[in-house]
């Protein structure tokens, strides 16, 4: 990179000039070198009274040597600046001489004047040309002279004055442009469809790159996208989007963290903090100041193929978990112009989690190819009732804005079809006003603004063209008097705005909704800094995947497993075992990614740096004898553990909906089916492995749960392992007793596909493992000593003969008879109940497990989570007694 980035990435384009030269030593040389003569930067911005010079570069195609002479001839052109008034005219030559080596550059210096008057930006075209035989310019530099003077430029002022003053000089196709995004691609091969569409806004969808996935490579090109957002009059900065849903998972090198199912199974919101604030690090760094995150979605139908994006599937778990906004934006007003943060983005308002399985889709599905099938849940319609749809899919949005300011919110693709108005006229989100405008932004005062999902309003029934699946006049209007403010239109950019021009121009779309859409919009433009500080930085392209970051991964790798099971005390394992690993989830770190990382869809194999779960367990016990066989092909004898790791391929969105669309062009271990069973190969792994080694432990590598209940009375020890992302190590780091489990399940595991949804709060709650279930190998003695040194009473409970010797509860009821009068408020009270609840947790979990607990245990140690995560103690403390006592 340039020691002075300014002068060099700034670049929109390249001014190209090739030509085929006769070098003076070779006659066949002449048919090869071709000469590119390239202005360093097609849009250039100068302060009044400046002086910018113009860097022109010789490249050649050999690299050899100019082999005859080159010339340019250059003059500034006609444009919105005043010649002799504004700047100086220049006019003359560059020659570059036979000999001169590949990448000589030139400057071009041209002299701008003050007129100490107010003005929007004004424009100097400087055109190059040359008379070489064959020789062409491909395009022509353009000089900025700054807007200056004038208010909205003034950061010594308010924002909101600032922002009025601003929006008073736009034009009705300038805030338009404000409130249309395009995708990276569109504008890719032509950087100047920027500013000709006047862009408020570009974003990478999933897998959509620079040509060179680096971070370096990142910040280039965003800063070739903001340098035409300034070739504009107002030079309002365009800015950019992007998903990363569990760190930065679009750029290569970056930390891949667990994605949000397995921090839901943390329990810890000041780590999902750490991860917000590393993942933001790492965007910013790249040069992107806006993050598509997170989903604040409730999980309620494991057959959902975004499921593994919600962090759980009860809001009690998912509105703690928000403070990955604070980690994203930062927690004090002000921040969002921080080097590390971003713009978050709460989605999908509201609803599309809890939308209805469409059976009938699924079975039409059947027989047909992948491109013919539909999605069975993703994308569906939410049928419910006001109240309930409050208390469980509106209500994650309250604290996001009241607690964490989160700065804008995504739509969701799902319809909500309210039951009090009968069944059979649902309401696509982005159509609907009433959510949108009047409860969103009007009853809970949201004051961000809010961005379409991809193509979001294309989905918008248009009465007079159903079949229509792209845009029409009346999507557009309804998608923008519902409340949206800017629109995701990857490739349909310039008809957007040409409709809604139109929508405008007839008097449907009020002068007022627009003003209110380009206010918002603006009002987190300068709050990010945008107008100080447009062009991003590489100074920071280290953080990208920094040691840092990839430990507070490994942490939460770690945190997030859950152990389901722990027959004979299997795990932890010792550090010299003799180990036989097998499972095809074991040594594929995309797999163990998962969806959204590098491609939308994920990919499996070694799609990432980063460490495997087998590499691993490799690192983390070094003096283990490890055999791997993938498909447990190898010889078994030796072995004292078996470690199978099976589990899902990736998957994104619809494509992963059980009974939904394959998605065929991924890679070929993706094509298959999706499924709450585990594939028959996995199935058939587990049974060799469990049925040849004495003690066998089963790791699912998921994005939900996977039916195993047939070969759990095989199986000694069981662990949820999500998808972990990066750092499989944090897996070995529990497996070898290096950190205790301590995760605690996001969601119910279904004992059959019958149960299915299943969640906290049903009427018949039966599943194999409830809602907050997670067996400990740190016992809650430890946790107790720790907080007893203040509490007589607490010390009393730590008496050895209540405890047997490896710190496990031997006399639940004599321990848990005091620990109960010991929870309460004030200063040390969290810390406090948290241990006694542990306590009483594992005191549950083992009467379960020894098969003395009463037969509604899974409903009470269910809402004894749901009560702790409440903020309730006494209760969740009642509720867990009852089942261990």
């Known amino acids: 990179m340039s020691s002075c980035w300014r002068s060099r990435v700034a670049l929109v384009g390249t001014v190209v000039l090739a030509a085929s030269l006769l070098p003076a030593s070779s006659a066949s040389a002449a048919s090869t070198q071709t000469v590119t003569v390239a202005a360093d930067r097609s849009v250039q911005t100068v302060d009044e009274g400046g002086r910018a010079a113009v860097t022109v570069s010789v490249t050649t195609s050999d690299g050899r040597p100019l082999a005859a002479p080159t010339t340019v001839r250059y003059t500034t052109g006609s444009g919105t600046a005043t010649a002799s008034a504004d700047y100086a005219p220049v006019a003359g030559a560059l020659t570059f001489p036979a000999g001169s080596r590949s990448g000589t550059a030139r400057p071009i210096t041209v002299t701008v004047h003050n007129d100490r008057t107010a003005e929007t930006a004004e424009t100097i075209p400087l055109a190059l040309a040359t008379a070489a035989t064959g020789a062409t310019v491909g395009g022509q530099p ?84 903001q340098a035409q957002a300034l070739s504009t009059r107002l030079q309002i900065p365009m800015i950019y989007g992007i998903d990363a849903v569990h760190g930065h998972g679009n750029v290569y090198g970056a930390t891949v963290f667990p994605h949000n199912v397995g921090l839901g199974a943390t329990r810890d919101p000041a780590l999902v903090e750490r991860i917000g604030h590393a993942t933001a690090t790492e965007v910013r760094a790249t040069g992107i100041p806006w993050n598509f995150a997170p989903c604040v979605c409730v999980s309620r139908d494991e057959r959902w193929g975004r499921s593994y994006e919600s962090f759980g599937e009860d809001p009690a778990l998912v509105i703690p978990m928000e403070t990955v906004i604070d980690g994203l934006q930062g927690r004090r007003a002000g921040q969002l112009d921080d080097a590390d943060r971003v713009l978050a983005t709460a989605k999908h308002y509201a609803g599309d989690g809890d939308t209805d399985y469409d059976e009938v889709t699924a079975a039409a599905n059947e027989g ?43 739509p969701s693709f799902s319809s909500v079809d309210w039951t009090e108005d009968g069944l059979g006229n649902p309401t696509k989100m982005h159509a609907n006003r009433e959510l949108l405008t009047d409860v969103l932004k009007g009853r809970m005062g949201f004051d961000g603004f809010l961005i379409s999902d991809w193509e979001g309003i294309h989905q918008i029934p248009d009465p007079a063209e159903p079949t229509n699946t792209g845009l029409t006049a009346y999507k557009v209007r309804v998608g923008v008097n519902a409340g949206t403010d800017m629109f995701m239109e990857p490739n349909s950019a310039p008809q957007f705005e040409e409709l809604l021009l139109a929508e405008v121009t007839a008097g449907r779309v009020s002068p007022a909704r627009l003003d209110d859409a380009v206010r918002r919009i603006l009002r987190k433009k300068f709050e990010l800094g945008l107008f100080e500080q447009p062009y991003a930085s590489a100074a920071n392209v280290d953080q990208v995947g920094s040691a840092k970051h990839r430990a507070i991964g490994r942490d939460a790798v770690a945190k997030s497993q859950v152990l389901l099971k722990n027959a004979g005390r299997a795990l932890p394992l010792r550090r010299d075992a003799n180990l036989y690993v097998a499972g095809r989830n074991a040594d594929d770190i995309g797999n163990q990614a998962g969806g959204w990382t590098i491609t939308w869809q994920g990919q499996s194999g070694d799609l990432i740096p980063g460490t495997t779960i087998l590499e691993g367990i490799r690192q983390v016990a070094p003096q283990a004898k490890v055999t791997y066989s993938a498909d447990a092909s190898a010889p078994t004898a030796g072995a004292d553990v078996g470690v199978v790791v099976v589990g899902e391929t990736p998957y994104a969105e619809g494509y992963g909906d059980v009974g939904g669309p394959e998605c065929g062009w991924c890679s070929t271990p993706q094509q298959e089916e999706k499924s709450l069973r585990l594939q028959p190969a996995d199935r058939a792994v587990i049974d060799k492995v469990c049925a040849e080694i004495e003690t066998c432990v089963v790791l699912v590598v998921s994005g939900r749960p996977q039916l195993v209940t047939d070969q759990l009375g095989r199986i000694d020890a069981l662990v949820a392992s999500w998808l972990p992302g990066s750092e499989g190590a944090g897996v070995a780091d529990v497996l070898f007793g290096r950190r205790p489990f301590t995760g605690r399940l996001p969601v119910s ?137």
Not at 170 to 190: F, L, N, P, S, Y
Not at 373 to 384: A, E, H, K, L, S
Not at 770 to 782: K, M, N, Q, V
């Open 142 to 225: 353009v000089l900025v002279v700054n807007a200056h003077g004038l208010p909205y430029l003034d950061r010594r002022l308010p924002v909101d004055r600032r922002v009025a003053d601003l929006l008073g000089r736009m034009t009705v196709e300038e805030k338009i442009g404000q409130m249309t995004q395009a995708e990276r691609a569109a504008v890719a091969a032509d950087p100047t469809l920027v500013a000709q569409w006047r862009l408020g806004s570009v974003l990478s969808g999933g897998g959509s790159t620079p040509v060179t996935n680096t971070p370096a490579a990142w910040v280039d090109m965003v800063n070739e996208f």
């Open 749 to 885: 595991w279904p004992r059959s596909e019958a149960q299915v949804p299943i969640n906290v709060g049903d009427r018949d709650y039966q599943p194999l493992f409830p809602f907050g279930w997670g067996l400990r190998t740190d016992h809650g003695r430890s946790g107790l000593a720790a907080v007893a040194d203040q509490r007589p009473e607490l010390r009393a409970a730590l008496a050895p003969g209540n405890w047997n010797a490896d710190g496990s509860l031997r006399n639940a009821p004599e321990v848990l008879r005091p620990l109960g009068r010991q929870l309460g408020t004030g200063q040390g009270a969290a810390a406090r109940n948290d241990a006694i609840l542990a306590v009483a947790r594992e005191a549950a979990q083992s009467a379960v497990v020894r098969g003395s607990a009463p037969a509604d245990w899974a409903t009470l140690i269910a809402e004894a989570d749901r009560a702790q995560l409440a903020d309730d103690p006494v209760r969740a403390f009642t509720l867990l007694a009852r089942v261990a006592t």
């Open 368 to 410: 047909k190819p992948w491109w013919e099938q539909r999605y069975p849940i993703d994308q569906g319609v939410t049928v419910t009732d006001r109240a309930h749809f409050a208390r469980t899919d509106l209500s994650p949005y309250g604290p996001a804005l009241w607690r964490h300011d989160v700065g804008s919110v995504m």
